[in-house]
């Protein structure tokens, strides 16, 4: 599996994990998916309505508005991101609520490193995903 990200995309993300430090930055990512190959065409970042510098929470009326918009422009929904102050691996609570989200994509970006992962959650097992920067 690979993620196809923009360069442009790379620096948005480092950009809003920046803006957003020491509260985790979060997002959704919205793109298409061909075989083994995510292409990511869209990241839309939300507020965290935690306002924490550990954990994450999307505003689910925030999230379905859109999720409807941008499924109808013909985008499937294919994962998140969020921001870790440090390091850009999946915490324990980060592991817990993939589970929910088998399959989808989960970028992690670091604040400290300038780093970006991706993982999912695949018959219960985490998998780093590759990224291709373009």
């Known amino acids: 599996m690979i993620v196809r990200l923009s360069r442009n995309y790379i620096n948005l993300l480092l950009e809003e994990a920046r803006r957003k430090y020491p509260i985790e930055a979060c997002g959704v990512l919205f793109g298409s998916i061909s075989g083994d190959e995510i292409r990511v065409k869209e990241i839309v970042p939300l507020r965290n309505v935690l306002k924490s ?38 915490s324990i609570i980060d592991l817990k609520y993939m589970g929910l989200w088998p399959e989808s994509i989960w970028i992690i970006v670091s604040h400290l490193e300038s780093r ?10 985490i998998e780093e995903v590759s990224i291709s920067i373009e």
């Open 116 to 125: 970006i992962t991706a993982y999912r959650i695949i018959n219960g097992r």
């Open 53 to 90: 510098e550990a954990m994450f929470q999307i505003d689910p009326e925030e999230f379905l508005r859109v999720l409807v918009e941008y499924e109808g422009k013909g985008l499937q929904h294919i994962g998140f991101f969020h921001s870790h102050p440090r390091y850009a691996s999946p």
